[in-house]
């Protein structure tokens, strides 16, 4: 039972008012809830809020394997300098130098990326046992204690400078902050830079057009944005694919199994009536933490003509439910930033799909990146709602929203 309505409980039979209850908010605590894209956890630690993640039984996390696919990205950046490595010290230097645009140091999926390309790349430090994610701001002469060189071919490979791309009001994985930060590193050392690398495409597409692509510099992102992958026809050197098409379903269909008190499963690893199923290439689920991660793949030019498309909905379970079988169910769901490329250019579109295929209305709720009261304050009425998909502003604050929930 909920702390709270045991202390509401509690205190009404201390009161003697055991008959006269008001009417407890419609169950909502009970109602099925999916966090999504943004794990609730510990922004310092990276410690997962087991609290959150087990609010009631219908609760979930959907994302996706956040160490595979920086092992991916990591691994792409460092064959492209391994099979380029005649012709990528651009000044000649024996240094391969590189920039790392950083999306929010307390978000896991941002930690990981930034771990997967050091460790890639050799430029890794280990703290506790780990990778040190921190940004080094700016490392031209090496001597930075967050990362040190590496080598691959011969060539010194040095983080030149890496930096959180935080706006002034706060928003994370800024794009426009990371378009301007290229200028201001090109501005001081812009000859030694080699290679471009940024935790997402959003920010990586900024820096893309503010200077590499004119540069011919390679310029790797994440995600797989429609506009991302376009741009590999223009040099953009790569990006990586984290199944949005399956997450978005995911985040849809756990509320909508939960809501029909089905084999959570069904849909998922075990074909639904209409026949929707996904393989485990493209997912996995770990019990323990309730939460489904979705397989990365890695998009470069070899294969990004079959990538074209971020929004387009994932074959296998594209599979209309009936609607006298599977009746209508509101949902509430936020997106924490409007201006977040990933999310509102890739992962909404797919949502708006699959909301159809599965017979939910849903609300969608758009943020602004940095006021989780913003979207708190538009589920003031969470009676209104069958379930909720959230996606916190700061992973540390998942009791801002069940708080609401009672
Ligand atoms: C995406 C980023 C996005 C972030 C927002 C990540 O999974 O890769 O592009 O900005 O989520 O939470
Ligand atoms: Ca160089």
Redesign the pocket.
Known sequence: MHRKYTMVLGAAIAAGMMFHMPALAAGNADKPIVWW??QPSNSSTGELDMDALTWNDKTYYV??DAGQGAELQGQMVADYISDHVDTIDRNGDGIIGYVLAI??IG?N??IA?TRGIRKALGTGVEADGEIDPSPAQTNVDGSASVVQDGEIGGLIVRELASHEMKNASGA??DAATAGSTIGTWTASFGDLIDVIVS?????GMAMFHAWSKEEGVPTFG??A?SDAVAAIADGYAGTIS?HADVQAYLTLRVLRNALDGVDPDTGIGTPDEAGNVLSEDDFYYDEKSRSYYALNQAVTPENYKDFLDSTAVYTPVTHQLSEDAFPVKDIWLDI??AS????STTYKPLLQSYDDLLNLNVTYVDGDGQTESYLTNRLGNPNQFDAYAI?MVKTDNATSYTALLG
């Open positions: 894209n943004r994302g996706f999306g929010d978000h999926d941002s990326r994370t994985w935790n997402n495409d959003g920010m994440y995600d944005n984290q924490y930033n977040d490329n990933f999310l996606n």
